[in-house]
């Protein structure tokens, strides 16, 4: 199943209020189908039923939430608290596009230690998500307690070293909406495979490789395609998306 396209829906996203100043480039702009083709990995890769309870950890904008609510009856949206009211943007896109609130379950908390009984979710999408997390570690084992025995895990990560830097250094240089590399060491580190940060604060040098063996402590099958051209895997492709199963 595809993801909803905010252009296949008859709405003007621009009249949303929002904290989120990138949901209009990111997903009505030029490069909106390497975010969307993104989304439609993580559905394909999930499998998704209708009774499935499933979780979307740092959602956002509440964009792949549209694909959600039309997929599975019992669906969750967590993210930390950044928009007063809390999580106005996701429900403003989801009254322009008819999808009754009530539907969705929020919290406001943070991926290390989120509110939820354990061996609960069928399904979690935790998408561009734990490259932000300080403690990733953490998050990673807190994402494990909450899913179901047989259930699934997809994560999307973006892949900062070797030559994908390159490209997404270009991305970013077209974009105009991104920070560039600070410094030709911070590039040449991540290009090398020996990224210079040491907390996951932000995109510059993020190692998706050790997000891999950790989930692999965690969870009991672990594998890896590659966005938005699978075929070309880690060579040249900005994204790994990460499937796991408990």
Known sequence: MPALRLSDLD??????????SHIDHMYLGRFSEY??????????????????????IGGGTGVFLLSLTQACSD???????RENPLFSTPK???????????????????VTELPYYSNTFDSVFVLDVLEHVPDERSAITEIAR?????????????????????????YRFFDGNRRHTE?????????????????NEGHRGYDYRQTVRWMR???????????????????FNPTAIISATM
């Open 11 to 20: 709405i003007d996203a621009s009249t949303i209020s929002t904290e989120f």
């Open 35 to 56: 975010y969307y083709r993104r989304f439609d990995q993580a559905l394909n890769a999930a499998q998704l039923e209708r009774d499935d309870t499933v979780l979307e």
């Open 75 to 81: 669906v969750h949206f967590s993210d930390i608290s």
């Open 92 to 110: 403003n896109l989801l009254k322009l596009a008819g999808v009754p609130g009530s539907e969705i379950s929020y919290s406001a908390a943070d």
């Open 146 to 170: 909450i899913t179901a025995d047989g259930g699934t895990v997809i994560v999307s990560a973006p892949i900062e070293v070797g030559i994908p830097v390159f490209v997404r250094e270009g």
């Open 183 to 199: 410094s030709l060491e911070e590039l040449w580190n991540a290009f090398t495979g020996d990224p210079s940060l040491e907390t």
């Open 217 to 235: 402590e965690d969870f009991n099958e672990v594998s890896i395609e590659y966005c938005p051209w699978p075929k070309l895997g880690s060579s």
